[in-house]
């Protein structure tokens, strides 16, 4: 399933995390991609473990700590600490799909990537190309987002960075280990939570409700690894 979760930070936050962005250093892309990946890699990214990364990176989590769709859409159970990236002059990043288990740095963890994330942080009129190209069942689907918003999509999936012709495109991208590590599983809770809710605010006295949600809950303990 991937899914497009609006407003993950405020306005006025994306363009203040942008604004330390552009001030920063930053170094090759391909320090972080396994060998397969490198060769498609064509961007600039802040090392994993700078202080600037890591301090926007904690803003980011508990940005996402307080979503209700990323939380009932990724359950999540470990979240990879954010990396941001930059991609300008023509910089690109073709097919490829990420490495199933990453180390955490500096800790001995490591996590299993179930689901990819991309928040964009340069609002999309600020340059040209670089959408994010996915390949999910429906065919190839082109992302570029608002500023602030995030894609969440199947760490399975291929995907590509179309090359940015003009400006430079920020984004901050990472990795989620899922309490359920299957997507259609997911899926299924997702689209029951999502049913439970409306049910809740439209007819907050009708029974199904409670037990809907007993249902709902039944379902992660049958299916959530933790
Ligand atoms: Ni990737």
């Known amino acids: ?28 892309g391909r320090v972080t991609a396994g060998y397969q990946s490198a060769r498609a890699k064509d961007n600039q990214q802040l090392p994993e473990g700078h202080p600037l990364a890591r301090e926007l990176g904690a803003e980011v989590l508990a940005a996402l700590d307080r979503h209700p769709l990323f939380l009932g ?3 999540p159970l470990r979240v990879f600490p954010p ?13 490829h799909v990420d490495n199933a288990v990453r180390h955490i740095g500096g800790t001995a963890d490591r ?11 340069t609002p999309p009129e600020h340059y040209e190309g670089g959408e994010l190209l996915i390949e999910d069942t429906y065919g190839t689907q082109a992302v570029k987002l608002p500023a602030g918003h995030m894609v969440l999509y199947p760490a399975t999936s291929l995907h590509q ?31 029951l939570d999502v049913a439970i809710q409306r049910l809740s605010a439209e007819a907050p006295d009708h029974p199904s ?18």
């Open 1 to 28: 399933m991937m899914l497009h979760i609006p407003d993950v930070l405020r306005p006025e936050q994306a363009e203040a995390m942008l604004a330390a962005l552009l001030r920063a250093e930053w170094v090759d």
């Open 73 to 75: 859409a990724a359950l």
């Open 83 to 95: 990396l941001f990236n930059r991609y300008e002059g023509g910089g690109s990043f073709g097919v």
């Open 111 to 121: 996590i299993r990537t179930d689901l990819s994330a991309t928040l964009f942080l």
């Open 161 to 191: 960075v179309r090359p940015v012709t003009r400006g430079s495109r920020i984004c901050s991208f990472f990795w989620i280990q899922s309490m359920v590590r299957d997507d259609g599983q997911r899926s299924v809770l997702f689209d």
């Open 209 to 226: 409700a409670v037990q809907l949600t007993g249902v709902y809950h039944n379902l992660i303990r049958m299916w959530a690894e933790m």
